[in-house]
Structures are given as C-alpha cells and as structure tokens.
C-alpha cells in the first residue's frame, strides 16, 4: 500500500532529530497520533496536542499543531480548560504513564468520569525513563527498574481497567509493534465524543530493556509483538493464561452524555431563568462607556471597607447588564487594618487573563493605597481618592478626583459601612461605565435586610455625587 | 503505462541506528551498515506496504518513487 500521507507537513522539522533515544517507541506513537489525525482530515490548525511533563513533553513539540506542554500530570487539567474554552478545538493528549495515571491519575479519573471530548493517548513505557528508569505504576511485577534490582514485587497497575471503572466512553490498548491498529484505535478515539483513552505499550530499551534482558530495540520489539493478544482470543483464556500478555484492541465502548454539550445546555438554562427573573438590564443614555470594550478597575484601601464586597457586587452589575467580568481579591493578613486590594475586569468580550495590568479606574481609600496604585492608573483613566483618609496627593497622570467619601457615609448617612457602596455610586457616574439600576438590583440581593434601605439610598446619593464632581469639573 | 515503483529513503541525519526497518522489514529490503543504520540493498524486493516508515520511531524513513530502478 502506498503511503499517501505527507508526514513532513505535521512536523516542524527543524526541530528534529528527536531527543528520544534509539529505538524509543515515542517515536512510533506519535507518528500513529499524526496518520490517525490526518485520516479524519482535519486542518492541522484545528488540533491540540497537549502533553505533560517527561520523555513523552516533547511529542507535541515535533508536531505542527496547537501545541501546549504543562505541569507534571496536569494534562488533563489543562486540556480540560483549553477544551472549555475552545470546544471546536480536536484536542489530543500524549502522555506518559507517570503523567497519566501516577502524578496525574485523579485528573485520569476526573476526566473519564465527565466524560470530556478529549483523546488520551498514553505512551506506556512501564517505566520512569527521563528520571534515570525508577519503577513507574505501570511496571510489571518482578521486572527490574533502577530502583527495584531485584524485581519489582507491586503489581503494575491497569489503566485501561481504571479508565473503564471511572466512566471513559472508549478505551483501547494496542503496542507500538502493531503500528497499522495503532493508528486505527486512535482514529477511533479521535471519533468518539466523549474521554478517549489508548494505551500504547512501548519499549523503553534505555531505562527498561537494559535491566530486563533486551539486548537491543529489536528484542523489545519482537517481545511486543509476541505478547500482544487480541481482546477477542483473550475472553477465552484464564487470569493465569493472561499474565504476561498484552490484550491489545478495543476494550470497551459506550455512549452516555458528553461534558461540554452538558455544560452549555446547562448555562443556556441558567442565563434563561436570570432574563426571566432579573430586573432592568439596560444602560442610561449618559452612562454608555467612556471606555469602550474593555476596562480594569482597582478598589484599594483597608481591610474592612468593604472593597472585596464592592468588587462582587461590581462584577455581578457587569454580568447583569450582558458584559462579561472577572474579579480578583487580594486582602492583607489582618482582617481589618491591612491592606485590601480588589479588582474586576469589565469586558464587552471574551476576558483571556483575570489580573489586571495598568487600571482604567482607581478607588483608593487609604493614603497608602493612593501612594502605591496611583502611578499605575493609564493616563486616560479615572482616580477616586478618598480625601478623608487621602491627605497627600499623588502625582498622576489620570483624572483625579478626591471626595471625603467616609466622612459623607459617616456624617450624612450615618454608617460608614457604607462607604464602599457610596464610592460605586460616584464611580458609576464618574466612568459612565455602569448602569446603577443594575447596581441597585444587586445591592439589593447582596446586602442583608436591616441596612439594605441605607446601602440603595448611598448607591443613589454616590450618582449624584458624581454628577457634581463632573460638572465642578467641567 | 509504467507502474509507480515506490522504495525507502533513508534520512541518515535523524536516523539512529535502532535496526527496526532491519528487522521487521517483510521482504528483507535493508542491510545493516557498519554502524548499524540501515542501507537500502534490494529495493526492487520492495512492496510499498510502509511499516519501516510507520515503525521509524526517528521519522527517518519516506517512501519515493524510484525513477531510475524501473
């Protein structure tokens, strides 16, 4: 048969020849992952190979796809989010056995049971090999690993079984010998919707043939080749029978519900039921952004303000009113007194990174906050200082405006509590960024009954604060 | 009309010697050189079927048409 495949445009060759030693059956799977992927026809742009941490790391670096190497056994975690993110992305995991199920086994686990679109192509080398050829789960019983010389006495543990146990939708095992069904059983896995997984037993003839009588690459080979039994001819034999064989084939396959197709009928659901219990979404003619699309809020100030609480609340406004948010916390180590930072991003579309870089709009609430954020404010942005606290001001290069906003909260409402509620007011008005009936609506959930009047009546007041800090300035 | 002739090109840069092409090739195409890498001795034996190049774990194995053997 001839081979139609061009193997050179999966590979960025200048990356080659491969770190992996002679013989190494990475090699040989990744080269059965690339003429699978290439069998389903995919553009090369729509793949990703994802791989953790050890010999098998540098498969995704010889391919040309999307390509991402992660922390040691978190491949799956990594993907998962990657695949939650971009769902039409064909996501394709090359892991080592340590990766797979030693490190990262409860992600192994996790994984199968959601049953995510992803396929999992473990290189099984039934070794450590990059660390120097320590035992890994996966070595069979009283084989030698550099730390077991005279044996390993553990059972080697069953991927394949475990992935079936924990809810894997299609679970395969084959050899890097048996090139032409490895290929098959991973283009059946890149078909299944749903956690694939494909062990490919390999040869590791540096860590794990040299101490186990393999003389050379060939040896461990033809040692595949001769153990391997297909799943049909091994239902006829005994436990006893099996051991030592490798049951190569299809070994399990069924259909229950996917992750991801849950998950988006389950947030359609829930942004249902908000449109239909939810208050005013819509913004007031003169609040449409002064920053359009995309813009970074600090709070600052102490502990006990109320600025972790002012962040949710800002954040919760924004989803309300259609945009997207991300809020970060950071408080000190006191819970009142030490410093307290918060900061939510307000974005029209996708937020890739929730920390904040250079805010649009600064609130300080101590002198101490005003001296370390104000700097950083972008030039076109927008201070908040409040002057009860803020006695010196900083040089900046934002508008800056200054109101005593504790003292108002403390002499005119009478709770200082609501300082934090007042400045979201004045900041709504000042940014032309927030509606405050959506503000209100969430005050108004958020913020327990006894005080709830007070909290509204200071979100209102803030607005028309912020009116005259406009007009003063204009 | 001539029939293709396809037969294995060796990339002797990323080749390292392993011998599986040797070993497992079903028609005996390649020899081992001194050094262990593999020298294509009977191409003609050739059938095209592809497992030394799908075994290659060095991607150092491509099937070409021979244009002079033909």
């Known amino acids: 048969m001839a081979n139609d495949l061009r193997l050179e445009e999966y590979l960025r060759e200048r990356e080659f020849p491969t770190m992996w030693c002679a013989g190494c059956g ?46 040691h056994g978190r491949a799956i975690a990594f993907a998962t989010g990657m695949k939650m993110h971009r769902p039409n992305l064909h996501t394709v995991l090359l892991l ?15 994984g199968a049971k959601r049953n995510i679109d992803l396929t999992v192509v473990v290189m099984n080398n039934s070794i450590y090999g990059m660390t120097g050829g320590q035992i890994s789960p996966t070595t069979p019983h009283m084989c030698n690993s550099s730390t077991t010389p005279f044996g390993n006495f553990e059972e080697q543990i069953n991927l394949c079984d475990i992935a079936i146990a924990a809810g ?6 084959t050899t890097a010998y048996h090139v032409n069904q490895m290929a098959a059983l991973i283009e059946g896995g890149l078909r299944n919707k749903g956690f694939s997984v494909i062990e490919v037993v390999e040869p590791c003839p540096t860590g794990f043939g040299r101490k186990n009588e393999f003389k050379t690459p060939v040896a461990m080979y033809e040692w595949l080749r001769d153990a391997a039994i297909s799943v049909d001819k091994a239902r006829d034999l005994s436990p006893q029978e099996l051991k030592n064989k490798i049951v190569t084939g299809v070994l399990h396959q ?6 991801i197709t849950e998950y988006a009928k389950m947030s359609k659901k829930a942004q249902e039921r908000a449109k239909s219990t939810g208050a005013s979404l819509e913004l007031m003619p003169e609040e449409m952004g002064k920053f ?23 954040s919760e406004a924004t989803i309300k009113q259609g945009k997207n948010a991300a809020h970060l916390q950071s408080i000190g180590p006191e819970a009142r007194g030490g410093t307290s930072r918060s900061e939510v991003i307000i974005s029209d579309g996708e937020i890739i990174n929730p920390k904040i870089t250079a805010p649009h709009v600064l609130l300080a609430m101590t002198q101490e906050a005003a001296d370390k954020y104000c700097s950083g404010v972008k030039p076109e942005g927008i201070i908040l200082l409040d002057s009860t606290f803020v006695k010196e001001v900083p040089t900046a290069a934002a508008k800056t405006y200054q109101y005593p906003v504790t003292e108002f909260a ?5 709770n200082p509590l609501v300082a934090n509620v007042l400045a979201l007011g004045i900041l709504a008005r000042l940014t032309g960024k927030l509606s405050v009936n959506a503000l209100e609506d969430v005050v108004r959930k958020r913020v327990p009954q006894r005080v709830r009047e007070l909290n509204i009546k200071a979100l209102w007041a803030g607005y028309e604060i912020g009116k005259d800090l406009v007009q003063t300035d204009a | 009309m001539t029939k293709k002739k396809m037969q294995p090109v060796v990339n002797l840069a990323w080749c390292k010697a392993c011998g599986l092409c040797i070993a497992f090739c079903p028609r005996d195409v390649f020899t081992a050189a001194a050094d262990g890498r593999p020298l294509v001795t009977r191409p003609d034996a ?25």
């Open chain 1, 26 to 71: 990475h090699g040989v799977t990744v080269k059965g992952t690339i003429r699978a992927i290439a069998k389903m026809g995919w553009d090369k742009d729509d793949v990703l190979a994802v791989a953790g941490i050890g010999c098998s790391a540098r498969a995704p670096a010889y391919c040309d796809f999307n390509s991402i190497q992660t922390t």
């Open chain 1, 96 to 110: 080592g056995d340590g990766d797979c199920i030693a490190i990262g086994g409860n992600h192994f686990i996790h």
């Open chain 1, 168 to 173: 894997a939708t299609y679970v395969a095992r």
């Open chain 1, 254 to 259: 069924s259909s229950r519900p996917e992750f």
């Open chain 1, 292 to 314: 359009p699309g995309y813009s970074e809020v600090r709070l600052s100030g102490s502990g006990g303000q109320g600025l972790v609480l002012a962040g949710i609340m800002l």
């Open chain 1, 410 to 414: 403390r002499d005119t409402l009478g």
């Open chain 2, 46 to 70: 050739c059938i095209a079927c592809g497992l030394c190049d799908y075994r290659c774990p060095d991607f150092a194995i491509t099937l070409a048409e021979n244009k002079v053997g033909v």
